[in-house]
């Protein structure tokens, strides 16, 4: 019960803060804003970094406390590092999926810089991409399992 209470607590001063940083950038003239560069520096920079630093502090929480279920629960580390081991052959399959063709400009006359064929950019560029376009596959085929496997049971 205390530490629902330290939590509420925590949530209240975090939307507060932001409440105020925000309520900063309404309180100053839109048209000031534009033209006054170190006027808006010094009223929206100060929202950017707090919502930036929340994020960080967000994303190393939810990392710190997943592990730390993992590791009191062995089952669930199992089939996490199955899971990993899983993803890291689908993208062994992806990289040797993927060309280092040269890319080109919209209208097709020009590299683009960094785009030269065989850069190692290209190479995890085009391995991204058949990343994606094989979870994608296989996230397709349980949503389509799933549909039929509904249908059988009504």
């Given amino acids: 019960m205390k530490s629902n209470k330290i ?34 520096n010094s009223v929206i920079s100060p929202l950017i970094y707090y919502s930036t630093w929340l994020f960080y502090a967000t994303v190393i929480v939810a990392i710190v406390l997943s592990l730390w279920s993992m590791f009191r629960n062995p089952e669930n580390l199992k089939k996490t590092l199955a899971g990993l081991g ?6 062994v399959v ?9 890319v080109y400009d919209a209208n097709g006359l020009k590299v683009l810089e960094g785009g030269e064929e065989g850069s190692s950019t290209n190479k995890w560029v085009g391995t991204g991409i058949w990343y994606s376009v094989i979870l994608g596959g296989i996230a397709s085929l349980f949503f389509v399992w799933d549909l039929l496997k509904g249908l059988v049971k009504s």
């Fill in 7 to 40: 939590l509420n607590i925590l949530i209240t001063l975090i939307a507060v803060v932001g409440g105020i940083l925000f309520i900063r950038i309404f309180m100053e003239d839109a048209e000031a804003l534009k033209t006054d560069v170190d006027l808006g």
């Fill in 86 to 91: 899983v993803l890291a052959v689908l993208l």
């Fill in 94 to 102: 992806a990289y040797f999926l993927s060309d280092t063709s040269a």
